[in-house]
């Protein structure tokens, strides 16, 4: 199993187990989705605190396994990455990232998916969007999730910088809402979940459709604009090429 989950109280922990940094492949994204799907059926659930393993949140897409399929692997993977995302924003629960370590690319995507962000206040952890310099398009779900979370302005100086910043500047960068000590972190997205359990269940569910109306909305609208080509993209030679390039100067480090 790639996803360990635990209760505490009426929380569901939902922690990443994914090799030592959470790289994102078929298995986890699979996984995860069927996770947020079953936890709002449990009625002794009424909150979540999405981690990672205390070093790593979540280092994005496991880039060497993506290389070692085929144009169809390539595919099934993106539209499972996209769904993974989709499966985290829209979970009726409350969602609370508990975020330790770094938080990088798709590991950053799904983070800000979740309802609120507690981030670790450690300048040796990084987050950020680096898609653009390993040479990958942003499924459609990842960057409206991170429109909707940055504004316009943030997002392209995020996403065209394609650099991290500091975790203990996340929250004035807008990448977090609370920031903690590390022995802290999982407590307090802990606290924020229990709080938000007490709303009633249909309350929060209709408060969150209402606060993330357009994100859903803009998905749903631009999937069918860009999804195909993002698809078409990924699979194809000069991102693969550009793909076994940066796997080769990263291993080299």
């Given at each position: 199993m790639t996803v360990h989950v635990e209760q505490v109280d009426s929380c569901a922990v939902v922690r990443l187990d994914s090799g030592k940094v959470?790289?994102?492949?078929?298995?986890?994204?699979?996984?995860?989705?069927?996770?947020?799907?079953?936890l709002p059926q449990d009625p002794s659930?009424?909150?979540?605190?999405?981690?990672?393993?205390?070093?790593?949140?979540?280092?994005?897409?496991?880039?060497p396994s993506l290389l070692g399929g085929d144009d169809g692997a390539a595919r099934a993977f993106v539209t499972s990455l996209g769904a993974c995302f989709e499966a985290v924003l829209r979970c009726p629960l409350?969602?609370?990232?508990?975020?330790?370590?770094?938080?990088?690319?798709?590991?950053?995507?799904?983070?800000?998916?979740?309802?609120l962000r507690v981030?670790?206040?450690?300048?040796?952890?990084?987050?950020?969007?680096t898609e653009l310099a390993v040479g990958v398009p942003f499924p459609t779900s990842a960057v409206e999730i991170m429109r909707w979370r940055l504004g316009e302005t943030r997002l392209a100086q995020r996403v065209l910088l394609a650099d991290t910043v500091a975790?203990?500047?996340?929250?004035?960068?807008?990448?977090?809402?609370?920031s903690a000590s590390r022995d802290d972190v999982v407590a307090r997205a802990l606290t924020l979940?229990?709080?938000?359990?007490?709303?009633?269940?249909?309350?929060?569910?209709?408060?969150?459709?209402?606060?993330?109306a357009d994100v859903r909305e803009r998905i749903a609208t631009?999937?069918?604009?860009?999804?195909?080509?993002?698809?078409?993209?990924?699979s194809s030679e000069p991102v693969r090429a550009s793909l076994e390039q940066f796997v080769a100067r990263t291993l080299r480090r």
């Amino acid at each position: 199993m790639t996803v360990h989950v635990e209760q505490v109280d009426s929380c569901a922990v939902v922690r990443l187990d994914s090799g030592k940094v959470n790289a994102m492949d078929l298995a986890l994204c699979d996984e995860l989705t069927g996770v947020f799907s079953r936890l709002p059926q449990d009625p002794s659930v009424r909150a979540v605190v999405l981690t990672g393993n205390g070093r790593t949140f979540c280092a994005g897409v496991d880039l060497p396994s993506l290389l070692g399929g085929d144009d169809g692997a390539a595919r099934a993977f993106v539209t499972s990455l996209g769904a993974c995302f989709e499966a985290v924003l829209r979970c009726p629960l409350p969602v609370v990232a508990a975020v330790e370590g770094h938080a990088i690319a798709g590991g950053c995507v799904l983070m800000c998916a979740s309802d609120l962000r507690v981030v670790v206040d450690d300048p040796r952890v990084r987050l950020g969007l680096t898609e653009l310099a390993v040479g990958v398009p942003f499924p459609t779900s990842a960057v409206e999730i991170m429109r909707w979370r940055l504004g316009e302005t943030r997002l392209a100086q995020r996403v065209l910088l394609a650099d991290t910043v500091a975790a203990d500047t996340a929250v004035a960068a807008g990448l977090a809402d609370v920031s903690a000590s590390r022995d802290d972190v999982v407590a307090r997205a802990l606290t924020l979940a229990t709080s938000l359990a007490a709303v009633p269940s249909e309350v929060f569910r209709l408060t969150k459709a209402q606060l993330q109306a357009d994100v859903r909305e803009r998905i749903a609208t631009r999937s069918g604009t860009w999804e195909a080509e993002v698809h078409d993209l990924w699979s194809s030679e000069p991102v693969r090429a550009s793909l076994e390039q940066f796997v080769a100067r990263t291993l080299r480090r």
